[in-house]
């Protein structure tokens, strides 16, 4: 079988695997303070072109939102999200059993924009029971988002000018950073990313990485005592080096980037085969997610050979999802449209 459901179906980059080699008998300090750490730190620093941010290494992408999100509200205060966001709809309601609700909002295209979130609060403090109710103190987006779209540089910025003025925080999912940043279509870099939020993490475990995000903390109000939560939601690993190790070879000659850029290659690949062969697309994705309308028949057929996954129905329409990765090859790519032809 070729796996298409999702874009962690591999190990992780062979580089990685070799510094992790190089370095097995090391020995080190723990809990992410050993120099491998530092040094992907200070490689992340650079990236970001700013030296004033906090880097932290945690597990996988749920642990981040959680970590990130209890870490800055009070027990009061609720998060801001798309209702697609993946804190909202695919995370088990691990944010509220902090105790914070997660305050979903219609999506548009996958996204919020500026003007949605500043009606919300205006709506919450409009609202004579205000204090009845749950208090936003923080919106959560993702980039690229749950369905395959992009933010703008426009559109990031509006958003944080909005929570600048309602002094609440921006707190950017960046799981599959890599393949927003490297899409076709996209004007932000990650540098516009980092001056453009409070808090973003840079994803790992679906960007070539065996494991780990990169949580990046801008604002000095969210700094202190970030470690206490890491402890606290058990993300604090005893061989933090790991992690650091990992991201140390992802942020050394632009290793991120252009394996990033692999995905988003075939994808592109897979799209244009998509329409030059009349398949109808759900979205127009320029991310390594693919949403196309198949017939059950084609469905059927294709999941003889590949596997893919079944993303929504609309009109007696089913469309389904198309991963590529950093390790997606031609021949996987081909030999789906080479099978796409036969099955149209």
Known sequence: MIRFECDYTQGCHPLILEKMMQTNLEQTKGYGEDEHCENARNLIKEACGIKDIDVHFLVGGTQANVTVISSVLKGYQGVICPDTGHINVHETGAVEATGHKVLAIPNID???????????????YNDE??????????????????????????????????????????????????????????????????????????????????????????????????????????GMLAKGRLLGIQFETLFTDDLYFRISKNAIDQAMKLKQAFKDLGYELFNDSYT?????YLK?????????????????????????????????????????????????
């Open 110 to 124: 996958g996204k919020i924009n500026a003007s949605q979130v500043q009606e919300y609060i205006n709506n919450h």
């Open 129 to 234: 029971n205000a204090c009845h109710t749950v208090q936003p103190a923080m919106v959560y987006i993702s980039f690229p988002t749950e369905s395959g779209t992009l933010y703008t540089k426009e559109e990031i910025e509006s958003l944080y000018s909005v929570c600048k003025a309602n002094n609440i925080c921006l707190f950017i999912d960046g799981a599959r950073l890599g393949y927003g940043l490297t899409a076709y279509n996209n004007d932000l870099s990650l540098r516009d990313i980092c001056q453009n939020s409070d808090i973003f993490y840079i994803g790992g475990t679906k960007v070539g990485a065996l494991f780990g995000e990169a949580v990046v903390i801008r604002n000095d109000l969210y700094k202190k005592d970030f470690r206490y939560s890491i402890k606290r939601h058990g």
């Open 288 to 292: 390594n997610q693919q949403f196309v």
């Open 296 to 344: 059950d028949e084609q469905a059927n057929k294709l999941q003889e050979k590949y596997v893919f996954s079944f993303w929504v129905e609309n009109d007696g329409k089913k469309a389904y999802r198309f991963c590529t990765s950093w390790a997606t090859t031609d021949e996987q790519i081909n030999a789906l449209i080479n099978d796409l032809k036969n099955y149209q």
